[in-house]
T-cell receptor, first 115, second 115 residues
C-alpha cells in the first residue's frame, strides 16, 4: 500500500461548484498533514496545513479523519483560478511512531474548473 | 524578495556528462531538500540537509550527490547522468525541518533531459 494515495482525477467542475478531494495515508501514527497546490509546470506552494480539529481558510476547508486515516480538502464556490493539481503531504513516521524529517507527497489530484 | 532560486531552469545533456544544478535560498532556512517529480510518481525526495555540513539520503538518492558548505546553497550533482534521471527537479527549503508545521518553499524547478 502506498504511504499516501490520492485520486488523480481530473475533477471537472463548473464555476461555483463545491468539490472535495480525499487523501488516504497508510501509517496511523502520522502527525503532520498539509495540502499543497501546484499549477501546471510550476513549483508546489503551501495551501494549508491540516489540524486535528479541522481548519478553514476562506473557501477552503481541510479535515482530518484519524479513524479512517484520510484527510480531505473542500473547495466551495470554485473559481477558474482554482484549476491546479492539489498535493496531499504527510510527514513520514517510523514503525514505532517516531517522526522523521521527511515529507511524503501524494501524486496529486487535478482540478479543472470550467466556465 | 524571499525566494529559492535554481539554475539552470532547463538543461539538455548527454549520458555521462557531469552536471550541477544550483539551489540558493535567501531566507536563512536551516532545512533544504531536493525532489524529483515524474508523471504518476509524484514528488520524491532525493537528499535533504538539516544544516550546514549535515546531509542525508531521501528515498531516491542513487546517482546523485549533494553538499551543504554554506547555509544558503544546496547544489545537486549528477556525476554521470543517465536517461532515467530525466525529470523535473525541485529544490525546497524551510526554516525548520519537518515534522514542524513549517512551510516548504520551492524553487521554480529545473527540467533536465539526459539523452
Amino acid at each position: 500500500r502506498k504511504e499516501v494515495e490520492q485520486d488523480p482525477g481530473p475533477f471537472n467542475v463548473p464555476e461555483g461548484a463545491t468539490v472535495a478531494f480525499n487523501c488516504t495515508y497508510s501509517n496511523s501514527a502520522s502527525q503532520s498533514f498539509f495540502w499543497y497546490r501546484q499549477d501546471c509546470r510550476k513549483e508546489p506552494k503551501l495551501l494549508m496545513s491540516v489540524y486535528s480539529s479541522g481548519n478553514e481558510d476562506g473557501r477552503f476547508t481541510a479535515q482530518l479523519n484519524r479513524a479512517s486515516q484520510y484527510i480531505s480538502l473542500l473547495i466551495r464556490d470554485s473559481k477558474l483560478s482554482d484549476s491546479a493539481t492539489y498535493l496531499c503531504v504527510v510527514n513520514r513516521v517510523l514503525e514505532y511512531g517516531g517522526a522523521t524529517n521527511k515529507l511524503i507527497f501524494g501524486t496529486g489530484t487535478l482540478l479543472a474548473v470550467q466556465p | 524578495e524571499a525566494q529559492v532560486t535554481q539554475n539552470p531552469r532547463y538543461l539538455i545533456t548527454v549520458t555521462g556528462k557531469k552536471l550541477t544544478v544550483t539551489c540558493s535560498q535567501n531566507m536563512n532556512h536551516e532545512y533544504m531538500s531536493w525532489y524529483r517529480q515524474d508523471p504518476g510518481l509524484g514528488l520524491r525526495q532525493i537528499y535533504y540537509s538539516m544544516n550546514v555540513e549535515v546531509t542525508d539520503k531521501g528515498d531516491v538518492p542513487e546517482g546523485y550527490k549533494v553538499s551543504r558548505k554554506e547555509k544558503r546553497n544546496f547544489p545537486l550533482i549528477l556525476e554521470s547522468p543517465s536517461p532515467n534521471q530525466t525529470s523535473l527537479y525541485f529544490c525546497a527549503s524551510s526554516l525548520f525541518p519537518p515534522p514542524g508545521g513549517d512551510t516548504q518553499y520551492f524553487g521554480p524547478g529545473t527540467r533536465l533531459t539526459v539523452l
